[in-house]
């Protein structure tokens, strides 16, 4: 399988526990994305990577979050002092660089995470 | 504030219908706009895509209609199957970020 992938698929944990993701995108693309996706919604952007650089990133993200990608290949995001509101779909996607206003992200299959 | 603007929220069509579902967008900055199709436990996985100088795009049995003047589009479903019941999104392409409409859960009944 060549898409993105995704790892854990799910994880449950306590309020106040720190979880991490990862991500690995389609070989050979160097942007990276995640996204945030909450039960009848739609994905909502937090970062972006070229390459191991983290160009841009949303309001959603606060503090307790943050994401590497520290050779340019798989990325990780890092909640700490998880909070029921964290509940949520974390999406993945890559894309190969092209023109602006062209590029397709491609989703992975995501990680749901569940605060109690 | 919802840049992406979608209806219908839910939508049943029989099969072999077809399946129109409405996007709408304020912001004359995007300027790449995808449809994705989600089932349930799965990711967005993208359905077709067109840019703002294409009126319309058509691949297989999806069509997507843009009006710029309107800052509208939409997708066609022609002959919606069972297998089409999921829920789409809209998306306009800002810079880097994706900006999502609400979706619309499709039901196509047999």
């Known amino acids: 399988d060549t898409g993105v992938s995704q790892n854990p698929r799910h994880k449950i944990t306590k309020r106040g526990q720190n979880v991490t993701f990862r991500c690995d995108p389609i070989s050979e693309h160097n942007r990276l994305y995640w996204y945030r996706q909450t039960l009848g919604q739609g994905p909502e952007f937090l970062t972006y990577?070229?390459?191991?650089?983290?160009?841009?990133k949303s309001r959603l993200l606060s503090d307790r979050f943050s994401a590497e990608r520290p050779k340019g290949s798989f990325s990780t995001l890092e909640i700490q002092r998880t909070e029921q509101g964290d509940s949520a779909m974390y999406l993945c996607?890559?894309?190969?660089?092209?023109?602006?206003?062209?590029?397709?992200?491609?989703f992975g299959p995501g990680t749901r995470l569940l605060v109690l | 504030q919802q840049q992406v603007k979608q209806s219908p929220q839910s939508l049943i069509v029989q099969k072999g219908g077809i399946s129109i579902i409405n996007c709408a967008y304020e912001?004359?900055?995007?300027?790449?706009f995808p449809w994705y199709q989600q089932f349930p436990g799965k990711g967005p996985a993208l359905l077709i895509a067109?840019?703002?100088?294409?009126s319309e795009k058509k691949e297989g049995r999806f069509t997507i209609s843009f009006n710029k003047s309107a800052k509208q589009f939409s997708l066609h479903i022609m002959d919606s199957q069972p297998g089409d019941s999921a829920t789409y999104f809209c998306a306009a392409l800002s810079g880097y970020a994706l900006n999502f409409g609400k979706g619309t859960s499709l039901l196509v009944t047999p």
């Open positions: 990577f070229q390459n191991e650089a983290q160009l841009e």
């Open positions: 067109i840019r703002p100088d294409v």
């Open positions: 912001n004359t900055a995007f300027d790449y």
């Open positions: 996607a890559s894309s190969p660089i092209g023109l602006a206003g062209q590029e397709t992200q491609y």
